[in-house]
């Protein structure tokens, strides 16, 4: 028997505090997981014959990822789109839709295959496919990832940094962003996701994992409470937004709406992922060189 070590799970340090730009308060980072149909492929290969099952997926570029766009565009709000290589390649005009709006574009795999410990031969091609994808589609190097299904491990965080990503935005375990350390030194930067800003929680129900759907109201209180705490805090709000959702007609408006709420503050500094983790590197930069002098 494996003898366990009770240790914490995630052997970083602290998030360190530093001030916001422009003296803000707190961050909003406006993050979406463009999966389209491939989310349905990672779960069950048989889907592909499924067709209604696929047009779940098939719904982003058709209609969801357009909509999306006009809301952030009258917020005036830059967001990071997470896209999986399967749907660069199988939707490109969505994709080129997305950068030409000027929202970032994140690494999320190549066949939104959830990452699983000892399997680093499946997860060095997912990584190095969606890599290529996204440079020979859009001519994009990404800057972060997040985790098909929201799932990290050691190796693959090494992986990661061996491949140029500066930060990953997957783990639950804090509000405010912080450097992984990993067994040979530092690890990427970590954004960390607040689970109530999953979408996927709340309006997504199928056949085959039938649930519950939330109302408008039940989802944007639940938003609003969590962001006006985490603005109290100086924390990080990162949202979870998957465009076969939150692009729905009645679930597009939650998100319309509690943009409408977050505007009306002053102090909110709305970023993309790379700006985030930026301003977080120069401050860590700073720290590091204050303590060499001293």
Not at 18 to 36: E, I, M, Q, R, Y
Not at 103 to 119: K, W
Not at 135 to 147: D, F, N
Not at 282 to 292: F, N, P, S, V, Y
Request: with cysteine; charged share 25%; glycine share 10%.
């Amino acid at each position: 028997m494996q003898t366990l070590v009770p240790r914490p799970a995630n052997l970083a340090p602290l998030a360190p505090e530093f001030p916001w730009p422009d003296s803000k308060k707190t961050v909003l980072f406006t993050g979406f997981d463009v999966d389209a149909e491939s989310v349905w492929i990672g779960m069950d290969r048989k889907n592909t014959d499924r067709l209604v099952t696929m047009s779940y997926g098939g719904y982003e570029a058709r209609v969801g990822v357009p909509k999306l766009l006009e809301v952030l565009s009258r917020h005036e709000v830059k967001a990071t789109f997470f896209v999986t290589g399967w749907t660069v390649e199988a939707h490109p005009a969505m994709c080129e839709a997305i950068l030409a709006d000027g929202h970032e574009i994140g690494h999320h795999g190549y066949l939104h295959l959830r990452p699983e410990p000892g399997n680093m031969d499946v997860m060095i091609e997912e990584v190095d496919r969606g890599l290529e994808a996204l440079k020979r589609v859009l001519g994009v190097t990404p800057r972060g990832y997040r985790a098909p299904g929201g799932e990290s491990y050691t190796e693959l965080l090494e992986l990661l940094v061996s491949r140029g990503i500066q930060y990953s935005s997957s783990w639950r375990d804090d509000i405010r962003p912080y450097r992984h350390v990993l067994p040979g030194g530092a690890g990427p930067i970590e954004i960390p996701v607040n689970f109530s800003f999953d979408d996927w929680n709340f309006g997504m129900t199928h056949r085959t994992g039938s649930r519950a759907l939330f109302g408008r109201e039940d989802v944007l209180n639940i938003w609003k409470d969590e962001f006006d705490q985490t603005r109290e805090w100086g924390g990080v709000t990162t949202m979870v937004m998957h465009p076969q959702v939150s692009g729905r007609p009645m679930r597009i408006r939650i998100l319309d709406q509690f943009l409408t709420y977050v505007r009306a503050y002053d102090d909110v500094w709305i970023a993309t992922g790379a700006e985030i983790a930026e301003h977080f590197a120069t401050h860590e930069a700073a720290g590091q060189k204050t303590c060499d002098v001293e």
